[in-house]
């Protein structure tokens, strides 16, 4: 064993001679550093054959569902063409085994790769070198799939420099690569920015869970991008999920979650129940929602002054001004109306003067239908006046400079200055609290839409915890309301409950309803249990 090791590192030292002798040739013949132009198998090529490798894996551009297909099954009559097909398939059989990058295009562009296959096939250091340079050249790329490809704790941590480049990439299918340093976690960070990660098979233990649960969320940071993880088929038990639900508690980004076939049972059940339903805030987390609340008041009210200037910039004239406005309006309005009322008294007075020359008895009869047209017009000219004075207090100018706004006009401005401002995402800690029996509960994590626990250890008990908190989640979510809802698919097939359970029947009726997909049959079920 000593022989062979000693042979691997002279073999290593040989490699690491020979790039650095091929990277002085280049020096001397001036030869530029590469630049991708984002067609992957022709950069894949070239910085390969850069680096110095003797056998370069091929890129192959994965068909369609239903390409391929139809020669194989089609019957031939010819013998000779059998003969032919069959030893095409055995060599396609071969040539699954063989390294290679497969990878599926958006369409015809060969600048559109969108997916990324590696599997069966350990990369090394180098090869990771070169990945490093080609992925950021996709702008389409959107998901990297790795499975069974022999990562390191090393080579892991040249993997997650490579995210940070690729803004893109969201989905990230890391399978069949354990890893001794537990390191997964560092992949649930803003710096990955990825919204999908899928990590089966990867022997997680309760330790690796305990980190996990760390990085969806503490006391201090959670993570905000994160929308679905699955770690089906690893190792973890109660312990581990307890540590996953306390992940939960204050993260507000994560809508599905995979732990299927894992070893989880009531003890692990509950907790994760918990969390889903009102729960009371720790003793720290009490300290750390009083500490985050004084520090929003002190911001508000250091706000309010700039908020209050800004009001005042948006109104171009004071209260004062306005009013004095008004004022001056009415004024007027009553100066001329009082001159329309002189120009009828005269009128008038020149009709009876006509009437009393043209008429030579009859006073009384002449003064009374003189008399009476007074006052009928008097009070059409009361009317006229009121009628010309309520359209000038009534009737405001429009509202632009000098104009009075009312409070209503005040609170619209308001509203529409803090519109405009980014929004925040509210800590789960301010979120409204309930006050009883001298605790705080806070409402339950209501983002988490799907959770995954088939084939786990969950009896009856854990099953009532379930069933309490969806029919918590149930009686407080209002008809038609907007926001978080809660679960709205539970999957708790396949664990140690009998098969006649009324919980479980129970649990089934509430989430059929909830539900917005069609009716699941058993099969589907199962095969969602370890799907991504």
Same mark, same amino acid.
């Given at each position: =064993?000593?022989?062979?090791?000693?042979?691997?590192?002279?073999?290593? $030292?040989?490699?690491?001679?020979?790039?650095?002798?091929?990277?002085?040739?280049?020096?001397?013949?001036?030869?530029?550093?590469? /630049?991708?132009?984002?067609?992957?198998?022709?950069?894949?090529?070239?910085?390969?054959?850069?680096?110095?490798?003797?056998?370069?894996?091929?890129?192959?551009?994965?068909?369609?569902?239903?390409?391929?297909?139809?020669? #194989?099954?089609?019957?031939?009559?010819?013998?000779?063409?059998?003969?032919?097909?069959?030893?095409?398939?055995?060599?396609?059989?071969?040539?699954?085994?063989?390294?290679?990058?497969?990878?599926?295009?958006?369409?015809?562009?060969?600048?559109?790769?969108?997916?990324?296959?590696? /599997?069966?096939?350990?990369?090394?250091?180098? =090869?990771?070198?070169?990945?490093?340079?080609?992925?950021?050249?996709?702008?389409?790329?959107?998901?990297?799939?790795?499975?069974?490809?022999?990562?390191?704790?090393?080579?892991?941590?040249?993997?997650?420099?490579?995210? @940070?480049?690729?803004?893109?990439?969201?989905?990230?299918?890391?399978?069949?690569?354990?890893? @001794?340093?537990?390191?997964?976690?560092?992949?649930?960070?803003?710096?990955?920015?990825?919204?999908?990660?899928?990590?089966?098979?990867?022997?997680?233990?309760?330790?690796?869970?305990?980190? #996990?649960?760390?990085?969806?969320?503490?006391?201090?940071?959670?993570?905000?991008?994160?929308?679905?993880?699955?770690?089906?088929?690893?190792?973890?038990?109660?312990?581990?999920?307890?540590?996953?639900?306390?992940?939960?508690?204050?993260?507000?980004?994560?809508?599905?979650?995979?732990?299927?076939?894992?070893? #989880?049972?009531?003890?692990?059940?509950?907790?994760?129940?918990? #969390?889903?339903?009102?729960?009371?805030?720790?003793?720290?987390?009490?300290?750390?929602?009083?500490?985050?609340?004084?520090?929003?008041?002190?911001?508000?009210?250091?706000?309010?002054?700039?908020?209050? =200037?800004?009001?005042?910039?948006?109104?171009?004239?004071?209260?004062?001004? $306005?009013?004095?406005?008004?004022?001056?309006?009415?004024?007027?309005?009553?100066?001329?109306?009082?001159?329309?009322?002189?120009?009828?008294?005269?009128?008038?007075?020149?009709?009876?003067?006509?009437?009393?020359?043209?008429?030579?008895?009859?006073?009384?009869?002449?003064?009374?239908?003189?008399?009476?047209?007074?006052?009928?017009?008097?009070?059409?000219?009361?009317?006229?006046?009121?009628?010309?004075?309520?359209?000038?207090?009534?009737?405001?100018?429009?509202?632009?400079?000098?104009?009075?706004?009312?409070?209503?006009?005040?609170?619209?401005?308001?509203?529409?200055?803090?519109?405009?401002?980014?929004?925040?995402?509210?800590?789960?800690?301010?979120? /409204?609290?309930?006050?009883?029996?001298?605790?705080?509960?806070?409402?339950?994590?209501?983002?988490?839409?799907?959770?995954?626990?088939?084939? $786990?250890?969950?009896?009856?008990?854990?099953?009532?915890?379930?069933?309490?908190?969806?029919?918590?989640?149930?009686?407080?979510?209002?008809?038609?309301?907007?926001?978080?809802?809660?679960?709205?698919?539970?999957?708790?097939?396949?664990? $140690?409950? @009998?098969?006649?359970?009324?919980?479980?029947?129970?649990?089934?009726?509430?989430?059929?309803?909830?539900?917005?997909?069609?009716?699941?049959?058993?099969? =589907?079920?199962?095969?969602?249990?370890?799907?991504?």
């Amino acid at each position: =064993m000593g022989k062979k090791g000693e042979r691997g590192a002279k073999d290593k $030292n040989a490699a690491l001679e020979e790039e650095a002798r091929n990277a002085a040739r280049r020096a001397e013949h001036g030869e530029e550093e590469y /630049q991708c132009t984002g067609i992957l198998e022709q950069d894949f090529i070239e910085l390969c054959t850069r680096a110095g490798f003797q056998e370069i894996p091929k890129v192959i551009v994965r068909p369609h569902a239903h390409a391929g297909t139809a020669a #194989i099954e089609e019957p031939d009559p010819q013998s000779e063409k059998e003969v032919t097909n069959t030893l095409a398939q055995i060599q396609s059989k071969y040539n699954y085994f063989r390294p290679s990058v497969q990878v599926e295009l958006e369409h015809e562009d060969p600048k559109s790769t969108r997916e990324i296959f590696i /599997q069966s096939w350990k990369i090394e250091e180098k =090869m990771l070198t070169v990945l490093a340079k080609c992925l950021p050249a996709l702008s389409h790329l959107q998901t990297l799939r790795l499975w069974k490809v022999g990562l390191t704790d090393l080579t892991f941590s040249l993997l997650l420099a490579i995210f @940070p480049t690729c803004p893109t990439l969201k989905t990230l299918v890391l399978e069949g690569n354990p890893l @001794p340093e537990r390191s997964f976690y560092k992949l649930i960070s803003e710096e990955t920015n990825l919204a999908h990660l899928s990590l089966r098979n990867n022997d997680i233990d309760d330790e690796g869970a305990y980190l #996990i649960g760390q990085a969806l969320s503490s006391i201090k940071s959670s993570n905000k991008t994160l929308a679905s993880i699955n770690l089906s088929c690893n190792h973890i038990t109660d312990v581990g999920a307890a540590h996953i639900a306390n992940g939960l508690r204050l993260n507000r980004s994560l809508l599905s979650l995979s732990l299927a076939h894992n070893r #989880i049972g009531d003890e692990g059940a509950l907790k994760i129940a918990e #969390i889903l339903a009102p729960f009371a805030l720790t003793h720290v987390e009490v300290v750390e929602r009083r500490r985050l609340l004084l520090e929003k008041e002190t911001l508000e009210r250091s706000r309010l002054p700039q908020r209050h =200037m800004e009001l005042k910039s948006e109104r171009p004239s004071s209260h004062a001004s $306005n009013t004095a406005i008004d004022k001056l309006i009415v004024k007027t309005t009553k100066a001329t109306n009082k001159k329309k009322d002189k120009e009828l008294a005269k009128k008038e007075k020149e009709k009876e003067e006509k009437e009393k020359g043209q008429v030579s008895g009859g006073a009384v009869l002449v003064a009374s239908t003189t008399s009476q047209p007074k006052k009928e017009d008097t009070k059409d000219a009361k009317q006229a006046k009121k009628g010309t004075e309520r359209p000038a207090a009534e009737q405001k100018p429009p509202r632009g400079k000098g104009t009075k706004s009312s409070n209503k006009d005040k609170r619209a401005q308001a509203v529409e200055i803090e519109v405009v401002e980014p929004t925040e995402i509210v800590n789960p800690l301010l979120e /409204q609290a309930e006050h009883r029996d001298g605790k705080v509960f806070l409402p339950g994590n209501r983002v988490l839409i799907y959770l995954n626990l088939i084939r $786990n250890r969950i009896t009856e008990i854990g099953l009532k915890g379930f069933l309490a908190a969806v029919e918590q989640q149930t009686c407080r979510v209002a008809p038609g309301s907007k926001g978080p809802t809660g679960l709205l698919r539970l999957s708790l097939g396949k664990n $140690n409950y @009998p098969a006649d359970s009324k919980t479980y029947a129970r649990i089934q009726e509430l989430m059929m309803a909830r539900d917005p997909l069609p009716k699941v049959t058993k099969a =589907m079920e199962e095969e969602a249990a370890v799907a991504f």
